[in-house]
């Protein structure tokens, strides 16, 4: 009578202790997505940042510029030196080594990627001495702060706030604060102002727009300079939210090619599309792989995508021949 009783129970619809056990379980499965979810949007953000210099920079000149990953580092470092060494908090730092950094992507073309160019140096050569570049940025960073792993002065351990499912740092939701309004600036400056339609002009034709009266040079020098102070702050932003390390610009040029790439080659907003992509699939995707391949995620998704839409996600179709 009482197991009739019980089989009664569960057929009216009541939680068993089997049952209550597979809903606490798929709670925490669903909870873990959102909260990997949220971290791939705030990596995909930053990789957004060195993506749109790395692709506006490709666009004005044809150069796939390995060393665009040692510009996220030199920003990182830095604000890391204001900050450490000079005592600077890290609210004054952060914007003094962005334009120390944009100060740096001019001078860096004016003084030696403007030379190549007017001496017709190949793009293969370039890409080349690009390897170079990358090379001795990094160890000229491990041989003036060596090898270890660093943290800013300030914002290093703070605790979470529960949002739902997701537990978020305050500085983390800053962080992603910071992209959001850095990229809409950056889109907007695209769209809407002078020398951002000189951009265009020239990632479209440079020729043309020399034609039509714009200087390409000075063009291709202030998106130097633009690349450059965004790649910088996305460094800073992801030494912030991890450390700083001399490596940590190798460590993310993978994932800037693959957003470019996925997104469209040349294209800004293709390269903002397709880092939050790769951010988002590389952290989900640790809930099958284990965390320390997961950047595998990102060649793998990069490769679908392209087998199906080899152009990117928004780049345009181009007759060969």
Known sequence: MLFALDAATNQSGEKTPDGTAADDESD???????????EGL?????????????????GTTGLTNFA??????IGAFIAFFLNTTLGLHL???APLAVLIAAAFGYGQDWL????????????VSMMIISIGVALFLRYLLLFLFGGSSQSYAQYTAQE?????????????LVIIAIDVVVLVAV???LVYTRIGKATRAVADNPALAASSGINVDRVIRIVWAGGTAIAALAGI?????????YQMGLQVLLLMFAGVTLGGLGTAFGALVGSLVVGVFIQVSTLWIPPETKNVGALAVLIIVLLFRPQGILGRRERIG
Do not use: C, D, M
């Open 28 to 38: 925490a499965y669903w909870g873990r997505v959102a909260q990997l979810a949220f």
């Open 91 to 93: 609210l004054i730092a």
């Open 68 to 73: 665009h990953g040692e510009l996220l580092a």
């Open 112 to 123: 030696f990627w403007g030379q190549l160019r007017k001496r017709k140096t190949g793009l």
């Open 237 to 245: 932003l992801l030494g912030l939210s991890q450390t700083v390390n």
């Open 42 to 58: 705030s990596l995909g953000l930053i990789i957004a940042l060195g993506a749109v210099g790395l692709s506006l920079i490709f």
């Open 160 to 172: 979470g706030i529960q949002i739902g499912p997701i537990s978020a740092t305050p500085k983390s």
């Open 187 to 189: 889109g907007l400056a």
